[in-house]
């Protein structure tokens, strides 16, 4: 433990002068004599996803000795995006962005990618709408006029904004989109008054949404009818109907019905294959040492993939799944 912690406060200190750097090899047809280069997408500094990619680097760096950077982006669209450019190699991502590229809809309309291939599904994320209560906010067509934080261009929350608003009847020209640029700027923004609403697909329980909820004194979490649960599980797979049971944050009183999809790592489909099974197979058998470093992987399990994955698996780690009997379940 001494050393995962060690090895991610490390990679937390220098990931943003590394993101400059390009890996010195691709794991894209690799040989065997090459030092191995992985550059990791996660999302602004601050969130979940830049310490979960930290805590997932430190065991590929631990269990496989590869040279793992995880690296502070513009968050799932731009992940997805780069991973399809090889500006990066692996990347986490919300499902949701995912599916949006492969049905080249959203921000993806008309550039459809086939080439993004999915490693493992983990942490179920339900979509909080944290509203500031001064709107008296009751349902979400109350949202129009509201100052909505989209955290930057490509992010998933923005991709979530976009989907559900104008879906349930809120036009998006209808709310002011915020960009704050991080979930630093973006938490200090809320508090102050100056955004009323976020979209945050996040695991139940996360600590910048505990600090903004703050006993409730200020915001709350809104709850969307069955009829709307249904509305968007119906037109987006990768929505899930989920529920914030009371008491995940002090002070909220009841449980918040919500929809919600996995957080995906994606790799690109020529990634060498014996590099992406290692990857899979590191992460899925250090379960233990990540909930260490972050509790949002309790929920890291071989199953995740079965019926699930948006993008196709790797072929690496397909040969997993099917060495450890998921696929055939």
Known sequence: MRNMKKAISVLLTVVVIMSMVACQSSPQGTSADTPIGLSMGTASLGGNFFTMGASMAAVIIDQLGYKAVAQATGGSTYNVEAVHNKELDIALTQATAVASAVAGTDMFAGNAI??????????????????????????????????????????????????????????????????????????????????????????????????????????????????????????????????????????????????????????????????????????????????????????LAPENIIDSCIAPLHPGAERYYNEIGVLSK
């Not at 944290?130 to 709107?135: E, G, I, P, T, W």
Request: proline residues 3%; contains cysteine.
């Open 114 to 299: 086939d080439d993004v291939t999915t490693l493992i599904n983990y942490n179920a994320t339900p979509i909080h709408i944290l509203v500031n209560k001064k709107l008296g906010a009751n349902d979400i067509t109350d949202l129009e006029g509201a100052n909505v934080e989209c955290i930057a261009p490509g992010d998933g929350i923005e991709l979530s904004t976009k989907k559900i608003l104008p879906l349930l009847g809120v036009p998006i020209e209808k709310v002011n989109l915020e960009y704050s640029g991080n979930r630093v700027q973006a938490s200090s923004r809320l508090k102050t008054g100056q955004v009323d609403v976020i979209f945050d697909a996040t695991g139940k329980g996360a600590a910048w949404i505990a600090d903004i909820y703050d006993g409730g004194k200020d915001f709350e979490l809104l709850s969307l009818t069955e009829e709307q649960m249904q509305i968007l599980v119906e037109e987006f797979p990768e929505y899930s109907k989920m529920t914030i049971p009371a008491g995940t944050y002090s002070g909220q009183t009841e449980d918040a019905v919500t929809v919600g999809n996995w957080t995906t790592l994606i790799a690109h489909r020529d990634m060498d294959e014996e590099v992406a099974y290692n990857i899979t197979k590191a992460i899925i058998e250090n379960k233990e040492s990540l909930i260490k470093a972050h509790s949002f992987f309790t929920d």
